[in-house]
C-alpha cells in the first residue's frame, strides 16, 4: 500500500499523545510488584524523592505468593518472599501507593488486575517492572516492561526517557481451525519470526482473526510479544474491547468512545516491517526445547537441531529427534500465569476437562490469575469441575510460572504448561517445560501425554 | 552514577545466543531487596556445568539477544558485581539493553564478525567518546544514542536530568487532568 502523508499508525497516535518533550514519555499508568520494585523505593529513600503520581500507581503482591490461601504476607513461610512481600506493603504506605496485596480481594497477578480493574484503558501508556507488561496492549494502549532503575524514574517523575522505537504490524488472513487458539497463534509466529525477530520495535496485530478474538485471546497474544523480541504488542480497540471495558470498576462512565475510536492505523501507515500470516494454516502448537521459538505442530516430532543451541536445547529437555510430539510424556501440569488464566482460559480448559479424569502419572493444577477470577470459576463451578478430575484448584498468583513461590516442578519433572516461557529451570531447576494452550495442557493431564485436540474431542 | 570514558581489558567469551535473564540470575536470587551482591550468583545454573569458565574481565563478549525474557535488573546487577564493565554482543533484547545504559554497564552492538574477532583477540579497548571498539589486529565502530552517550560520559543522574523539564510535564498534566485511571479512587 503507497504512504499516505499524515497517516499515522495505532502505535504513532498513541506515543505522539504522551510524548511531552524530545525523548520524554508522559506515563499514564504504572503498575508494581513486589519484585523489581524494593531498590526503586529505597532510592527515592535515598533520595529524597516522592512518588509524583499515586492516583496513577497500582500495586499488587503476585510473584512470591503462595498460592495455598494465604490471607496475610506473615503467613508466608519463604523468609526472603515474606520480607519482599512486606517490604512492598510497607513502601506502598509511606509512599501512599495503592495497593491489592495478599488477602485483598482484588489481589492477582499484574497484567490480569489491570484490565479487570478497569484501569488499563485504550490509548493510555503502561509501564510496569516487569517484561509481560506487554499484555495491556490488548486493549489498544502502549504498555511495556521496564528496569528497576525505570521504575523509580517512573516513581518520581511520571515519565519514561524513551526513543521511539520502530514499528512492525503483523497481519493474520485466514480463520483459526477448529482447536486452535490465540496461544498457537502467538506460538506459530514466534515459531515464524524468531525469538529476536521483534527486537526494538513495537508490534501491532491486525486482520480478520485477531478482530475475532475475545479480549482473554487478545491478552494471550500481546502478553507474548516479549517472547519474540518486541517491545511493546498492540491490538486496535473495537466493540468488543468496549463492551469488556464497560462497567469495571475503575473504567470511565460514560466511555469515551469518540476518542477511543480514534485509536485504529490509519489507511496508507507506514510500518518498518510487514509480515503476514496465514492463521488458516496453524496447528496447536507444543514447543520441544528452551525459548518460545522453539515451538513445533503437536502432529509434528522432535526436529533434528540445527545448531548448538538446538542440541543443548535438546539435551536439557532429553528429548530425541525424531520423537512424535504427542509421544511425550508428562509428569505436570500447570494451568495458570498471566499469559492463559483468566476466565476465558479456565472456562476452555474446563470444557476440556469435564467428567474426565486425570491421568495416575500427572500432578495437575489449576491457578486463577486473580481472586476476582477465582470467585467469578467458583460461582460457575468450574472449581468443582476441575477438582472432581484430579486437579489442585489454587489462589491467585503467578505461580508454577517462574518458581519463585513454593509452586516449583522438581530437576527431571516435564510440564506442559500455560504459561510464557520454557527457559532452562525457569519453573524449578532442571524442570522441562512445554508450552501450550489450556485446552491442550488440559488433554495433556487426561492423558498423561499430549493429544491433538482437534482429533481428541 | 560514575562516568565512563575508556574500558579496557581482557575479555570473557560466552559464544551463546539468546541467553536469558532467567540463565544470568535465576529467579531464586530475586526475592533479595537489595541492589548489591548478586555477583557470586551469575549464571548461577551454567556454572555448575563441567568446561565453565568465565573470568572476571572488565569485558563480556558474547551472542545475538543477549538478555532476553524477564525484565529484571537484578541481570546486569549481577553481571556488573562480578566484574564486567561492557559487554560486546551482535544484538540485546530491549529492556536488557536499557537496563544496562541506566546502571553504566556499557553494551555495544558490534557486526558478527566484529564479536567473533573480539572473542579471539581476547583482549579489547572500548572508547565511549570517539564509540570505537580496538583489539588486537582490529577494530570497529558502535552506535549509540547521543543523549544517553552524554549521560553515561558525564555520570549524570537520569531523574535530575528529566526533572529539568518539569514545567513542560506539568504543563501537560494540567492540560488532560483527569484523563485516565485514578487508581486511588478504587478504594
Known amino acids: ?457 | 552514577m560514575r562516568p565512563i570514558s575508556l574500558i579496557e581489558g581482557d575479555v570473557s567469551v560466552l559464544n551463546r545466543s539468546d541467553v536469558d535473564t532467567d540463565q544470568i540470575i535465576p529467579k531464586q536470587f530475586l526475592k533479595r531487596v537489595e541492589r548489591t551482591g548478586f555477583g557470586e550468583f551469575l549464571f548461577y545454573d551454567w556454572a555448575k556445568q563441567p568446561g565453565w569458565d568465565l573470568p572476571r574481565n572488565p569485558i563480556l563478549a558474547t551472542g545475538r539477544n543477549f538478555g532476553c525474557g524477564s525484565s529484571r535488573e537484578h541481570a546486569p546487577w549481577a553481571l556488573e558485581d562480578y566484574g564486567f564493565e561492557a559487554i560486546v554482543a551482535p544484538s540485546f533484547a530491549d529492556i536488557f539493553y536499557s537496563n544496562c545504559m541506566k546502571i553504566g554497564l556499557l553494551p555495544v552492538v558490534l557486526p558478527e564478525e566484529s564479536v567473533h574477532a573480539v572473542m579471539a583477540s581476547g583482549n579489547a579497548s572500548i572508547d565511549l567518546a570517539a564509540q570505537t571498539v580496538q583489539w588486537t589486529g582490529g577494530e570497529d565502530s558502535f552506535e549509540i544514542d547521543p543523549e544517553t552517550k552524554r549521560r553515561l560520559l558525564k555520570g549524570l543522574d537520569d531523574i535530575g536530568v528529566t526533572m529539568q523539564h518539569a514545567d513542560v510535564i506539568e504543563r501537560y498534566e494540567a492540560q488532560r487532568e483527569r484523563n485516565g485511571p485514578v487508581t486511588t479512587a478504587l478504594a
Open chain 1, 1 to 457: 500500500m503507497p504512504r499516505t502523508p499524515n497517516a499515522r499508525s495505532l502505535f504513532d497516535k498513541i506515543w505522539d499523545a504522551h510524548e511531552v518533550a524530545e525523548g520524554i514519555l508522559y506515563v499514564d499508568l504504572h503498575l508494581v510488584h513486589e519484585v523489581t520494585s524494593p531498590q526503586a523505593f529505597e532510592s527515592l529513600r535515598l533520595a529524597e524523592r516522592k512518588v509524583r503520581r499515586p492516583d496513577r500507581t497500582l500495586a499488587t503482591a503476585d510473584h512470591n505468593v503462595p498460592t495455598d490461601g494465604s490471607t496475610a504476607a506473615a503467613q508466608i513461610r519463604d523468609r526472603l518472599s515474606r520480607v519482599q512481600v512486606e517490604t512492598l506493603e510497607a513502601n506502598c504506605r509511606e509512599f501512599d501507593v495503592p495497593i491489592y496485596s495478599i488477602g485483598s480481594q482484588r489481589q492477582g497477578i499484574v497484567h490480569v488486575i489491570g484490565p479487570e480493574l478497569g484501569v488499563t484503558q485504550p490509548g493510555m501508556t503502561i509501564v510496569c517492572g516487569d517484561s509481560h507488561t506487554s499484555t495491556h496492549g490488548a486493549f489498544g494502549a502502549l504498555a511495556f516492561g521496564i528496569g528497576t532503575s525505570e521504575v523509580e524514574h517512573v516513581l518520581a517523575t511520571q515519565t519514561l526517557q524513551q526513543r521511539k522505537p520502530r514499528s512492525m504490524r503483523i497481519r493474520y488472513e485466514g480463520e483459526l481451525g477448529y482447536g486452535v487458539a490465540a496461544k498457537d497463534l502467538v506460538l506459530g509466529t514466534i515459531g515464524r519470526i524468531g525469538v529476536a525477530g521483534g527486537v526494538g520495535h513495537v508490534i501491532e496485530y491486525a486482520g480478520p482473526p485477531i478482530e475475532r478474538l475475545s479480549m482473554e485471546g487478545r491478552m494471550t497474544i500481546c502478553n507474548m510479544t516479549i517472547e519474540g523480541g518486541g517491545r511493546a504488542g498492540m491490538i486496535a480497540p473495537d466493540d468488543i474491547t468496549f463492551a469488556w471495558v464497560e462497567g469495571r470498576e475503575a473504567a470511565p462512565d460514560p466511555l469515551p468512545l469518540d476518542e477511543w475510536r480514534e485509536l485504529h492505523t490509519d489507511d496508507g501507515a507506514e510500518f518498518d516491517q510487514e509480515v503476514l500470516i496465514d492463521a488458516s494454516a496453524l496447528s496447536p502448537q507444543v514447543t520441544w526445547g528452551t525459548t518460545p521459538g522453539m515451538v513445533t505442530e503437536v502432529t509434528a516430532a522432535v526436529p533434528e537441531p540445527r545448531d548448538e543451541g538446538e542440541e543443548r536445547a535438546l539435551e536439557y529437555m532429553a528429548l530425541e529427534p525424531g520423537t512424535p510430539m504427542a509421544e511425550i510424556a508428562l509428569d505436570r501440569v500447570f494451568i495458570g500465569s498471566c499469559t492463559n488464566s483468566r476466565i476465558g482460559d479456565l472456562r476452555e480448559a474446563a470444557e476440556v476437562v469435564r467428567g474426565r479424569r486425570v491421568a495416575e502419572s500427572i500432578d495437575a493444577m489449576v491457578v486463577p490469575g486473580s481472586q476476582q477470577v477465582k470467585a467469578q470459576a467458583e460461582a460457575e463451578g468450574l472449581d468443582e469441575v476441575f477438582r472432581s478430575a484430579g486437579f489442585d484448584w489454587r489462589s491467585a498468583g503467578c505461580s508454577m510460572c517462574l518458581g519463585m513461590n513454593p509452586d516449583i516442578a522438581a530437576p527431571g519433572e516435564r510440564v506442559a504448561s500455560t504459561s510464557n516461557r520454557n527457559f532452562e529451570g525457569r519453573q524449578g531447576r532442571g524442570a522441562r517445560s512445554h508450552l501450550v494452550s489450556p485446552k491442550m495442557a488440559a488433554a495433556a493431564a487426561i492423558e498423561g501425554h499430549f493429544v491433538d485436540i482437534r482429533e481428541w474431542e
